[in-house]
């Protein structure tokens, strides 16, 4: 019996050690994981100059080697496009009558691009963008705005716009509505916000293709929202709280949850995206609601905010209290300065992607001489 009894004891004996190794070996590697990510996050220009821009080249020449092998995968596909902008190159090339329809599609294909490209800069740094709506857009519909009441029509010319816009003969004072300036920026608002959209892209991919494959990425972003999940019911303080509001109405309501999510001014929206990639929410769900609120819903409120706060009544007593020279001279140093905080964002987020192939590849080295 007492043989028994010490047999009987021995693998719980055996069991207890292996989970207090098992604990130590998660501990251990999260303590790592740790340590690497604070050596990446202390890879910036302002402390490791040499060694930021050292590896942001290095980064930048394997991404574009990344880009032509992919490019070389979809051949096909290149080759279509490229058949198709020769014949436009031909037809943009060849007199005829046809030039002003080629004009015109050139013109609205550019202006268009513009603006969705400015939109994708401002949302896809999970944060970080480039916020063009106070550098390009908000700026525009002002211009717009003035230039409505001062001409007393909106009748000037259509976009893209020349440099200086030219007031049409016959203008009433008075005859300017609201709803006219907001019709005569929806294109440019619109194209904006459906940047913004497809900006919000990356952080849904992410996570879905992490859930997918059952992969642990190491994503500051998607290891936050994996504690905030585990943390859900002791969360105390407002941040956490106000992302689990976030979190729960999108899983909870769906494709009008994202659409309530998308159509307001919302800073923790990424994490939306987020949430419907965890979740394996269908694409057309998730974008489609993400372009119905930011391209239709939100730009509207966004374009009614600055038109209203740069109508006349408004414009003239600010004038009256700041001169239009010092305005525009802190402007330029605004955009000046954040432009050049973005420029250098990309290049410390490449310095420190690249850092971190190299941490992958270290550790998948000490992994196969331990398995040996």
């Known amino acids: 019996m007492a043989k028994n009894g010490a047999s009987c004891e021995q693998p719980q004996k055996r069991g207890t050690k292996d989970k207090q190794n098992g604990h130590f070996a998660d501990s251990a590697v999260s303590e790592r994981r740790q340590k690497d990510r604070e050596e990446r996050l202390a890879l910036v220009l302002w402390r490791r100059p040499i060694v930021t821009l050292n590896y942001f080249l290095l980064?930048?020449?394997?991404?574009?080697?990344?880009?032509?092998?992919?490019?070389?995968?979809?051949?096909?596909?290149?080759?279509?496009?490229?058949?198709?902008c020769s014949l436009f190159s031909l037809a943009y090339s060849t007199e005829g009558a046809h030039q002003k329809y080629v004009q015109y599609l050139e013109k609205r294909f550019l202006w268009c691009a513009y603006w969705v490209g400015l939109g994708i800069l401002s949302s896809v740094g999970l944060g970080t963008g480039l916020h063009t709506f106070l550098l390009y857009l908000g700026p525009h519909i002002a211009s717009v705005t003035l230039a409505a009441y001062e001409c007393g029509s909106t009748d000037f010319p259509e976009p893209p716009y020349p440099d200086q816009i030219i007031c049409p003969e016959g203008g009433v004072e008075g005859s300017i509505s609201l709803w006219s300036i907001v019709s005569k920026v929806r294109l440019e608002a619109c194209m904006w916000g459906a940047g913004t959209a497809i900006g919000e892209l990356p952080p849904y991919f992410m996570a879905r293709a992490a859930r997918a494959s059952g992969a642990d990425p190491d994503d500051e972003d998607y290891e936050e929202f994996e504690e905030m999940l585990e943390q859900a019911q002791t969360a105390q303080d407002f941040v956490t709280r106000a992302k689990l509001g976030v979190q729960n109405m999108v899983q909870k309501v769906g494709f009008f949850g994202i659409l309530a999510c998308a159509s307001i001014p919302n800073p923790l929206f990424d994490l939306a995206g987020i949430t419907c990639g965890h979740f394996l929410v269908p694409f057309w769900t998730f974008f489609g609601a993400t372009l119905i609120g930011k391209a239709i819903v939100k730009m509207h409120i966004q374009k009614l905010f600055v038109i209203i706060t740069f109508s006349k009544h408004i414009v003239e007593q600010m004038i009256i209290q700041i001169t239009e020279n010092w305005l525009s001279w802190v402007f330029e140093k605004v955009v000046l300065v954040m432009v050049c905080y973005f420029i250098f964002s990309i290049i410390n987020s490449m310095a420190q992607s690249y850092a971190k192939r190299r941490q992958q590849s270290r550790q998948q080295r000490y992994t196969e001489e331990k398995t040996k």
């Open 59 to 84: 980064e930048t020449f394997i991404t574009l080697k990344e880009w032509t092998l992919k490019l070389w995968q979809r051949r096909g596909t290149v080759f279509l496009i490229l058949v198709l």
